[in-house]
């Protein structure tokens, strides 16, 4: 019975076993404040998102009033577009069977005026003819500024003057020079036109090697120069040619040969008819 209630009794003394209180230290207090201030970061954070994300739906908003070419969604207002139908009508600075430079085609003449309807737009235009490329085009006559008038005669003996002096010609690389060339022909100003064939004139010197690009850019501004001569002076395609490869001092040598042959031609027909 005494072992009985010994165990009884230590029972109850295991199970009446008191709490230690914690007292608050410093580590405690400094831990508790820092959970504090973590939480009101968190609810800042959170609050900023929320700013952020309306101002965001505020520019959209924005956006969609002032762009015209966003698609708009199902909700949104679609913008009014209002169609223009005419032309902003301008004073017909050429007429028909007038040549006028193109500057990147170069001389052209001016056929006819049409109206022409592009995307639901009545459009004047003037249609020109280039003969030599065999092509048409058009040019609204909004920008007619972008096409010039032949030059005058006083213009064409300065350009004669232009070919007869010394060319210029730079040390630079000939990539750089080829594109100054470029822009030159690509311009359509007929001084401009004279010194690029002055400067890329090599002309009867066979032992000077001459590229492949340089003589295209040659070319094209020659053919342009002499098309723009022969209409002014209104003579034939050869009168031109004389008059600028004389300047150029170009072709002298068969220029010669053909005077010399003409008469030595004519004595040979006059023989195989008396004959």
Known sequence: ????????????????????????????VKI????????????AKELNKKKIIKDKKKKEKVETSTDPLRIPKNNEQKPEIKK???????????KAKDYVVYPKHGVGQITETKKINIGGIDVETYILKFEKDKANGMVPINKQSHLRPLATINQINKCVSI????????????????????????SGKIYDLAEVV??????????IDQSYSERQLFEKAYERLLTEF?????????????????????????????IEERPIKEEVINQEITE
Not at 34 to 41: D, G, I, Q
């Open 1 to 28: 019975m005494k072992n009985i209630l010994k165990k009884i009794l230590n029972k109850k003394k295991t199970k009446k076993v008191t709490k230690k209180k914690t007292i608050p230290t410093k580590k405690n």
């Open 32 to 43: 508790k404040k820092t959970a504090k201030v973590s939480k009101l970061k968190k609810t």
């Open 84 to 94: 223009v139908k005419k032309q902003e009508t301008e004073k017909r600075l050429f």
């Open 163 to 186: 070919l007869k002096s010394k060319p210029k010609i730079k040390r630079s690389m000939w990539s750089r020079r080829a594109q100054e060339y470029e822009a030159k022909i690509s």
């Open 198 to 207: 002055r400067d890329l004139n090599k002309g009867d010197d066979i032992m």
């Open 230 to 258: 022969q209409i002014v002076i209104g003579s034939s395609l050869e009168d031109a040619q004389k008059k600028l490869d004389k300047a150029l001092k170009r072709n002298l040598e068969k220029q010669a040969q053909k």
